[in-house]
């Protein structure tokens, strides 16, 4: 039951809700990208820019968005004759040998490409890798390496980060902004068009109005949102804890429920089998439980909210059960590994949720979790017993 001093929280900002009327230009209008879901997703957008940067498009811009992009690095490579490119030579390609983005023009003999990250970095050198392709796929050919970010971030590990120059989604939005001004276009490809650069602007840039209103509004009625995102948590809780009940009433797992707001562990009848409960609390965890299935409500760094569903080991001082560990982790990583001091994180899923979602959609997305993981976890068995 709530406070008096929490009710009054909720009633002063309700009495001056008119404040989110100054958020209406973020949500109101219509978004066909927010509808679809793909706001924030990485393959997507390389595939609206793999459009736009083809000057054969029937997006109404012809080569004007490809040559305000791509002209500041042909400057760079000093090439006149590239320079005066009307970019209708090229052709353009998604996932070419895991490329995000391929523009080759035989007539220019010159391959440009384009590796996009919105909301990840590179990692095992890919842009290494994919250099060393174009170099045999396309020999004597000039290149232009692109690394296109939200704000323009450098490559941090990769070996060749040096020969990829730096485009960011600032840049991409302001060559929308003047080219879409001053081109004929249909309609749908201007609603289209504008429709992306919303999304660009409120979900890939930092929208400094958008963040301005925001801290405003908190600033003033700070207790009353942290109320109804404690009570919006605790909402989550119990659908999970539901989920959970289920599933150990179905003697698919074993589960007493929690009073952590972001944190579940269960265990399994199977798994248990594999792995013993200890006579004693000697791991490092303080229970005699050898292994755990975690569940935890996290964010990411754009604010999606996620579920984790992890399998982890604890460390021991049990030789017969060390033994059995390291089979699981030499089976689940095809190579040999050792038991750290700490824990060992043997398989992970991770899933999204919409914050909008009725309890009825949450279920089906932990639902989801926990027969994936329960079939994963039978596969192994089922090997490790033969």
């Known amino acids: 039951m709530a406070t008096s001093d929490e009710e009054n929280y909720i009633r002063k900002f309700l009495q001056n809700i008119d404040c989110l009327d100054k958020l209406s230009p973020w949500i109101e209008n219509f978004n066909l990208f927010d509808i679809l879901g793909i706001s924030r997703t990485e393959i997507r957008h390389s595939n609206i820019l793999a459009w736009l940067l083809n000057s054969n498009e029937n997006h109404g811009l012809g080569n004007k968005f490809a040559k305000s992009i791509l002209r500041p690095y042909i400057q760079e490579i000093d090439d006149y004759r590239l320079a005066l490119s ?12 895991n490329i995000d983005i391929l523009m080759v023009s035989e007539k220019e003999k010159t391959v440009i490409a384009i590796e996009n990250k919105v909301g990840t970095l590179e990692h095992d050198n890919q842009l290494s890798r994919y250099k060393k392709i174009l170099d045999t796929e ?13 704000n323009g971030e450098e490559p941090e590990q990769d070996e060749d980060k040096l020969n990829w120059k730096i485009l960011s989604y600032e840049t991409i939005f302001q060559a929308l902004k003047k080219v879409q001004s001053i081109s004929s276009m249909s309609p749908e490809a201007e609603l289209l ?61 074993i589960y007493q429920k929690s009073n952590s707001a972001g944190k579940f562990s269960f265990y399994t009848k199977e798994m248990t089998e594999y792995l013993p409960d200890l006579p004693q609390d000697i791991s490092s965890w303080g229970n005699k439980h050898t292994y755990a299935y975690e569940l935890y409500i996290e964010q990411d760094e754009k604010n999606n909210d996620k579920l984790r569903l992890i399998f982890v080991l604890a460390p021991l001082n049990a ?53 994936e993981m329960l079939n994963w976890q039978n596969g192994l068995l089922k090997e490790l017993q033969k």
Not at 138 to 150: H, S
Request: hydrophobic share 30%.
């Open 193 to 253: 068009i504008k429709n992306y650069m919303d999304t660009i602007r409120r979900n890939v840039l930092t929208d400094t109005k958008l963040n301005e209103i925001c801290n405003k509004i908190y600033k003033n009625y700070k207790n009353a949102l942290d109320l109804i995102y404690k009570y919006k948590t605790s909402y989550v809780t119990e659908t999970i804890n539901a989920v959970l009940e289920d599933f150990a009433k179905e003697h698919k797992i």
């Open 319 to 371: 030789k017969d059960q060390e033994d059995k560990m390291l089979k699981i982790l030499n089976y689940e990583f095809k190579k040999q590994k050792n038991l750290n001091g700490k824990w060992n994180t043997v398989k992970t899923m991770k899933k999204e949720y919409d914050d909008n979602d009725t309890e009825t959609g949450i279920q089906v997305v932990l639902k989801n979790m926990l027969e």
């Open 138 to 150: 396309y020999k004597g050919f000039k290149q232009i390496l692109i690394y296109l970010t939200p």
């Open 86 to 97: 009307d970019f209708y030579s090229f052709s353009v390609y998604r996932e070419w040998k």
